[in-house]
């Protein structure tokens, strides 16, 4: 599967990272946003072995990359974490960077298109956003928390959500354990 992974500017970038480690079967494109990279070191996440791990990597202004056109056979994109800016614009058709074009593209051909936006509490723009962005066949996966399989660690939160983006994906896994009444 050819799947597009962005990283865009807000809290959570080790989501994005632990998608990645779990996609090395796949043709991975990674695109990271100068303010991802600002907040990847805030939270000391290092997304050089990200990079080194996908075979094609972007810049957000590399709006002339094979990707930017919709004559590029991609299978899915995942926003991961999805900022409300990058929410809003992919929402309201505005492909100012290589992400919110990319995204209209998998839009505009029909395929599954993933937000991860990571923001609390909503605003109504931010709810009206991701409206707008499911009508146009987004999938909207906030990045909550379950509490029936009992993390005892951040990596456990962060694996069961991961592992979320991954069953969405069609992807087997085995970062949680499905639920059961046993």
Avoid: Q
Wanted: hydrophobic fraction near 40%; include cysteine; charge should be neutral.
């Amino acid at each position: 599967m050819k799947i597009i992974v962005a990283v865009t500017g807000t809290s959570g970038v080790i989501l994005a990272e632990r998608l990645l480690e779990n996609l090395n079967d796949h043709d991975t494109y990674l695109i990271v946003s100068h303010m991802a990279e600002k907040i990847a070191g805030y939270e000391g996440v290092d997304l050089g072995r990200a990079k080194k791990s996908t075979g094609h990597f972007y810049r957000e202004n590399e709006l002339d990359a094979d990707i930017a056109s919709s004559s590029h056979s991609i299978d899915t994109m995942v926003v991961i974490p999805c900022s409300m800016k990058t929410l809003s614009a992919i929402a309201n058709g505005f492909c100012n960077n290589l992400i919110t074009r990319a995204a209209e593209n998998i839009l505009k051909m029909g395929k599954k298109l993933i937000l991860v936006p990571r923001d609390t509490p909503l605003s109504l723009s931010s709810i009206e956003n991701m409206r707008r962005a499911k009508i146009s066949g987004a999938v909207i996966l906030p990045p909550n928390m379950a509490y029936y399989y009992r993390p005892k660690t951040l990596d456990d939160v962060t694996n069961f959500f991961v592992g979320k983006v991954l069953d969405a994906l069609g992807i087997e896994h085995d970062l949680y354990k499905k639920w059961s009444r046993e």
